[in-house]
Structures are given as structure tokens and as C-alpha cells.
């Protein structure tokens, strides 16, 4: 079966650009979070979409929104990218949305702001 | 604040050592913990979880961790390391009906061949 995917792999941007990030979650798995992951610091929680709904949301700015499309695949977007955006952009997919449901991680794209 | 504390950063070990990594956290409420393994060019994967009942967890590649609710811990334990479990190691822990998961900031685990 295959995984979580993310699209691109790698890009690069330009201060005061905007960013859309792209996932797929495991078949069947109707759940999606969005983690920032900074050079040698932890995942952080960005947004989870259930069903098409906002179930939760992490300590970021408006810059940041997110939609999860009706065959469950999410968007992320950033606006106004800053330099401090650079980071690892990880999709974790679970059948469900918080209780005693797995999330399962893509590979993430490595977004770099010059 | 919710929270959770990795405090060995980089650990060193030769082959066939005993690994034990920290975690502590700061959450209130009924909580599920997890460890979370990511190998040099792999994605993050989940090495063992704990929900409820027994407090001593046992996940992949031989590696356990003991939930102890007094001291807000979820230790990582291994008693042989080998080369191949070179990589980051993330303790993380998420409220029982939560959807986030709180991250530590990661051990790096380097093996000694």
C-alpha cells in the first residue's frame, strides 16, 4: 500500500511569495495534519483537517491556511513567505481525527525562503 | 503550557551498549505517548506508542519505553544498540481526544560501529 505522498520534494522562494504544498494521505485515512519542522528542532502542529473540517490548529500566523479536497487530499498555503518559513513541511495521515487514531508521516517538503 | 522535554541532545554509544533516552512531559489530563524514529534520509516512522494499560511498551527493533504517570516520563530504552538504530529520536505525547501531537526537540543517537 502505498504511503502519505507530498508534492514537491524540494522548492525554492522568495521573500514575499506565496507557497502551495500538497499531500495524499494513506487510502482510506479520512484525517490530515500539516507539521513545520525547523533545522534540529521537533515537528510542530500546524493544522489538522477531518472531513473537509478545521479540527485543530497550531500557534501560527494568518499567513498560514490549509483545505482538505473531498478525496481527503490536503493543501497547505503560505503567504508572504519570511525567511524564517525555511523548514521541512511533514503530512501525517490517520483514519480519523484524535482519540486512539496513528498518524503516519509522508516525507515531507523541504520548503527553502531566500 | 503543554510540553515536552528531550534533554539529551546528541547521545554517543559503541555497539551492543544499553541505550536509554529521556522524556518528560508537561500536559494535563489523560495523555497518549509516543516515540518516533527518523533515519538519516527516511521519513519520521512511529517506534512505539502508549495509550492505556500496561505501562511498559514494547515497539519495533527491540526498543520498549515505561510510562511513569508520578514522574510525567515515557524513558526510551534499548539493551543492545546496534549500528543500524543510528538516527533522531522524538518523544511526543498528545491529549487522549486531542488531534495535535506535541514534538520534542529530538535526540540525535550516533552508533560506534
Known amino acids: 500500500d502505498a504511503g502519505v505522498t507530498q508534492s514537491p520534494t524540494h522548492l525554492i522562494k522568495t521573500r514575499g511569495q506565496h507557497v502551495t504544498l500538497r499531500c495524499s494521505p494513506i487510502s482510506g485515512h479520512k484525517s490530515v495534519s500539516w507539521y513545520q519542522q525547523v533545522l534540529g528542532q521537533g515537528p510542530q502542529f500546524i493544522f489538522q483537517y477531518y472531513e473537509k473540517e478545521e479540527r485543530g490548529r497550531g500557534n501560527f500566523p494568518d499567513r498560514f491556511s490549509a483545505r482538505q479536497f473531498p478525496n481527503y487530499s490536503s493543501e497547505l498555503n503560505v503567504n508572504a513567505l519570511l525567511l524564517g518559513d525555511s523548514a521541512l513541511y511533514l503530512c501525517?495521515?490517520?483514519?480519523?481525527?484524535?482519540?486512539?487514531?496513528?498518524?503516519?508521516f509522508g516525507p515531507g517538503t523541504r520548503l527553502t525562503v531566500t | 503550557a503543554q510540553s515536552v522535554s528531550q534533554h539529551n541532545h546528541h547521545v554517543i554509544l559503541s555497539e551492543a551498549a544499553s541505550l536509554e533516552l529521556g522524556c518528560n512531559y508537561s500536559?494535563?489530563?489523560?495523555?497518549?505517548l509516543f516515540w518516533y524514529v527518523q533515519y538519516p534520509g527516511q521519513h519520521l516512522q512511529l517506534l512505539l506508542k502508549?495509550?492505556?494499560?500496561?505501562?511498559l511498551v514494547k515497539g519495533i527493533k527491540g526498543f520498549e519505553a515505561e510510562f511513569i504517570k508520578s514522574k510525567f516520563s515515557f524513558n526510551l530504552r534499548k539493551p543492545s544498540v546496534q549500528w543500524s538504530d543510528t538516527a533522531e529520536y522524538f518523544c511526543?505525547?498528545?491529549?487522549?481526544?486531542?488531534?495535535?501531537?506535541?514534538f520534542g526537540s529530538g535526540t540525535r543517537l550516533s552508533i560506534r560501529p
Open positions: 511526543a505525547v498528545k491529549g487522549s481526544s486531542a488531534s495535535k501531537i506535541i
Open positions: 502508549y495509550f492505556s494499560g500496561d505501562p
Open positions: 501525517a495521515s490517520s483514519l480519523k481525527s484524535g482519540g486512539y487514531y496513528e498518524q503516519y
Open positions: 500536559y494535563g489530563g489523560t495523555v497518549n
